[in-house]
């Protein structure tokens, strides 16, 4: 089985980490839109567009299914790609609610979305909440988190005042969302801050969903694994080496 996944730059990195880890697939091939990163920012229609295009991308390659990292694209453009997709297509953020379903049974639990301005202002995490009966949810758009993240500073005194800034007047919620492909970097000192257990991490959320979808199982010791970017292709595949520990 050979997936692709496309992210609008580096973070979707940390999906491939939960993807690697689990051994479901044979080979990956990884797409990142560094040229045009953030998406995070970008209107519904842009996204939709760079998403179609990285599409065209996908359709080179012998893929079995497309994973989109980006909780960006997961917002905003799923619908759009698996109308126009050969292969099967699938997001971050139903697979996130299904893992958040999983571990929290009581439906009055407060949830913290945690999600760049286009995933919180699409709503959609709310609306796949809601539609499993969640009703006890809270959003936040903690923006500086995405170029902490990519500076490397994963601890540290910046962080620590920006997750101040950020959370102060955050109630301690039931559970966490981190709804960026960044954020689970900093996941840690989150949990930290909140004293929360209970955190949906996108890359791990996806394998769940994957192998019960898809009937997959740990079949790989070794994934093969092919970096492409828009942008900068030597850039991204540093980070990989640094993120994902390659040799
Ligand atoms: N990959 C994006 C996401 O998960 C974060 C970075 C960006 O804004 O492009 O939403």
Redesign the pocket.
Known sequence: MKAGVF???V??LTVVKSLLASGIFEEIIYYGDTAR?????KDKNTIIRYSLEALEFFKNFDIDIMITA???VSAYAIKELQQSAPFPVTGVINPGVLALKNKIKDKDSSILIL??NA?IKSGKYERVLKSHGFTNINSITPSLF?PIVEEGLFCGEVLDTTIKHYFKNTPTPDAIILG???FPLIGKPIQDYFHTSTMIHSGDAVVEYLIKEYNLSKKYSDTAITFFASENPDGLKKVAKNWLDLS
């Not at 990163?37 to 920012?41: A, D, Q, T």
């Open positions: 992210d609008s730059g973070g979707g990163v953030p998406y995070g920012i980006c909780n960006s999600g760049t995933t995405v960026c492909t960044h």
